[in-house]
């Protein structure tokens, strides 16, 4: 394979972080060779699963969301989806490429939007080690309110990867809308912190996401035990497990856009977007 040598001297992108100070790297567009990249997974014959969740309302997201998949996410590599639903009969079949697969699986819902989000963490964690396990290596958990927009490889995977919020990423620490009350498992306070990470997408070896999602679900139960419940949800829990836990990899805003946010020269590309949506209609049974 041809490609030009690294040059000590010359890194890709000068104006944007590219390393974290614990080593991991920071993916943004330029950075990275994905004929390199794809060759390596290649070699190890990688299986990734993706997770989704299409509940109540939000199965009208599904569709979008797999036929954007099924055209950018990790084309090329064995694929396999995981839908979880209580609206099984809603779900049409799709048409997957070569070396990608589906499940449907039945899960139950919950009246609150906020539990519906929160419990996807036990269902993780428990498939993690019920299922995923035998069944792949790398698990990437994503909302259903994106769009692949454009190129989402083997790039991101890594032993544990977290994305770093669109709307954050130039911010202070003060900014972050992380959870401030010590009472709370969520809490971070405000001299702590590294970045403000989304809730909407992370991943990592199966091993890891078992921790992680264990981790978060437990935080949660042990709130709910206290009458309490973190500002953001389960992406509270996760950016507290991601300050000890540190991630090893990190994707840029590209890679969970909000053009709420506009489109800065920094984010050359947008990967995965947010869905524009109406709360009230969506979040009602
Ligand atoms: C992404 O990076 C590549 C390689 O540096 C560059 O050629 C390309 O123009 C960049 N894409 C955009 C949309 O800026
Ligand atoms: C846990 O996984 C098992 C087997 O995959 C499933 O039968 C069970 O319903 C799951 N429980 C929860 C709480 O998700």
């Known amino acids: 394979m041809l490609y030009t040598k690294p040059e000590i001297t010359k890194p890709p992108r000068t104006v944007v972080l590219m390393l974290t100070s614990w080593l991991a790297p920071i993916v943004?567009?330029?950075?990275?060779?994905?004929?390199?990249?794809?060759?390596?997974?290649?070699?190890?014959?990688?299986?990734?699963g993706l997770t989704v969740f299409a509940i109540k309302k939000y199965v009208i997201f599904l569709k979008n969301f797999i036929e954007s998949a099924e055209k950018f996410f990790i084309i090329g590599h064995k694929v396999h989806y995981y839908i979880f639903t209580d609206r099984t009969q809603d779900i049409s079949k799709f048409s997957l490429g070569d070396g990608r697969s589906m499940d449907i699986i039945e899960v139950k819902s919950y009246q609150r939007w906020q539990d519906i989000t929160m419990r996807r963490m036990e269902i993780i964690w428990n498939y993690s080690l019920q299922r995923f396990i035998n069944e792949v290596d790398y698990l990437v958990c994503a909302d259903v309110d994106l769009i692949f927009s454009d190129h989402v490889g083997v790039e991101i995977l890594s032993d544990v990867f977290g994305v770093i919020h669109p709307g954050f990423f130039g911010a202070s620490r003060k900014e972050f809308t992380h959870e401030r009350r010590p009472q709370s498992e969520g809490y971070i306070p405000f001299d702590e912190g590294d970045f403000y990470?989304?809730?909407?997408?992370?991943?990592?070896?199966?091993?890891?996401?078992?921790?992680?999602?264990?981790?978060?679900?437990?935080?949660?139960?042990?709130?709910?035990?206290?009458?309490?419940?973190?500002?953001?949800?389960?992406?509270?829990?996760?950016?507290?497990?991601?300050?000890?836990?540190?991630?090893?990899?990190?994707l840029s805003p590209e890679y969970a856009w909000n053009y709420y946010y506009g489109s800065p020269t920094l984010v050359q590309r947008k990967r995965l977007v947010h869905?524009?949506?109406?709360?009230?209609?969506?979040?009602?049974?």
């Not at 869905?275 to 049974?285: A, C, G, P, Y």
């Open 28 to 48: 943004w567009n330029g950075t990275y060779n994905s004929d390199i990249l794809n060759a390596q997974f290649h070699q190890r014959k990688v299986r990734i």
């Open 197 to 250: 990470y989304t809730g909407c997408y992370f991943g990592g070896r199966v091993q890891e996401i078992y921790k992680l999602a264990n981790f978060c679900n437990n935080a949660m139960l042990a709130d709910k035990a206290n009458n309490i419940e973190a500002l953001w949800h389960d992406e509270s829990y996760l950016n507290k497990y991601f300050l000890h836990y540190k991630p090893t990899k990190l």
């Open 275 to 285: 869905v524009e949506k109406d709360f009230k209609t969506i979040r009602s049974k």
